[in-house]
């Protein structure tokens, strides 16, 4: 059972860079496709970011492309989500998620992901 823990959330300004992180224990993740989503206060939960198991592909919302950069480590059993130029629509909590089908491609649907993190907030002031 892969388990995800998230860090690196905080509050910043609007313009600031966050790098967020998310860990796994309990089984590698060198097989798994990873993405980030994010949840707004009254919201649902949306899809961020997601990375092939092999970093060969990653796919990014229209919203955040360009400004967000996903990253894997299998290694370390870590993936990052690097964070410039922060918006205030950036605010939220943003979960870690483990696809559960080994060397299943990027997707982008929550159902796709069979493990995730608590989360962690990120907070953009105007």
């Known amino acids: 059972q892969v388990q995800l823990v998230e860090s690196g959330g905080g509050l910043v300004q609007a313009g600031d860079s966050l790098r967020l992180s998310c860990s796994a224990s309990?089984?590698?993740?060198?097989?798994?496709?990873v993405g980030w989503f994010r949840q707004a206060p009254g919201k649902e939960r949306e899809f961020v970011a997601a990375i092939a198991w092999n970093s060969g592909h990653a796919r990014y919302a229209d919203s955040v492309k360009a400004r967000f950069t996903i990253s894997r480590d299998n290694t370390e059993n870590m993936v990052a989500l690097q964070m410039n130029s922060l918006k205030p629509e950036d605010t939220g909590v943003y979960y870690c998620?483990?696809?559960?089908?080994?060397?299943?491609?990027?997707?982008?649907?929550?159902?796709?992901?069979?493990?995730w993190g608590q989360g962690t907030q990120v907070t953009v002031s105007s």
């Open positions: 998620a483990a696809n559960g089908r080994p060397l299943d491609p990027v997707r982008t649907d929550i159902e796709s992901y069979a493990y």
């Open positions: 309990g089984g590698a993740l060198s097989s798994l496709s």
